[in-house]
């Protein structure tokens, strides 16, 4: 199947400070990602819709301004945890849609952030 | 609104023996469902999906998954479980291929 990365896999930051993951499909175009946040035994929760060349369009009580993405190129998204706080600690796993034959989705392996 | 029940937390299974995993969903319409694995380090695989048709589904890696509308439940088996089908394991259900509300997830563990 079609890979997709996340970059980093695991980071830790400071109170107050932002935050950059980018999530990249390898081998294949997506006009399409997907943001997912994960708390420990919790389910994913889709966070926003990251389009390519336009604006991303976040579910209900997801903060837009907190969260930025930002997909640029056919290739890369990037979400931006901006001025985090500890309440923003999460794994947060993006995919990507492969429109090419059966047109499903590739998730990334995730990125752990925490906040301290 | 759509949502997905994973009963089970933990699983521990022997090699050689059967796996269940039980899902249920509330969702107003016909629902895509899908199972997912995700392995450390990995990304979640698509292990199968249902949209219409046949309600047994075969999957990849010996998988395969029932859907019962009566039951809301969409349940996923296989026969003879492997120590590397040690994950966890995710259903999903959604109104399309993308946009896809998860349950909390089930471990399953692999006893020698």
């Known amino acids: 199947g079609a890979v997709v990365s996340q970059h980093p896999s695991r980071v830790i930051c400071k109170s107050g400070t932002s935050v950059k993951i980018e999530c990249r499909s390898l081998?294949?175009?997506?006009?399409?990602m997907f943001w997912y946040r994960q708390f420990p035994k919790q389910s994913l929760m889709l966070m926003a819709t990251s389009n390519e060349g336009s604006k991303a369009t976040y579910e209900q009580g997801v903060e837009k301004d907190k969260f930025l993405i930002n997909h640029a190129s056919l290739t890369l998204s990037t979400l931006t945890v901006t001025s985090a706080h500890p309440e923003d600690s999460s794994f947060y796993i993006c995919s990507a849609r492969d429109e090419r034959g059966a047109d499903t989705q590739y998730f990334g392996p995730g990125t752990r952030l925490t906040v301290l | 609104a759509q949502s997905v029940t994973q009963p089970d937390i933990h699983i521990t299974v022997s090699e050689g023996a059967s796996l269940e995993l039980r899902c249920n969903y509330s969702?107003?319409?016909?629902?895509?469902l899908f199972w997912y694995v995700q392995s450390p380090g990995q990304g979640l695989q698509l292990l199968l999906k249902?949209?219409?048709?046949?309600?047994l589904v075969q999957g990849i890696k010996g998988f395969e998954a029932e859907f019962k509308r009566s039951q809301s439940s969409f349940n996923l088996r296989k026969p003879s479980v492997h120590w590397s089908d040690a994950a966890e394991y995710f259903c999903a259900v959604g109104e399309d291929d993308y946009k896809l509300s998860f349950g909390a997830g089930t471990t399953v563990t692999v006893r020698a």
């Open positions: 969702y107003g319409a016909t629902p895509y």
């Open positions: 081998d294949f175009q997506a006009t399409t």
């Open positions: 249902y949209f219409s048709g046949d309600t």
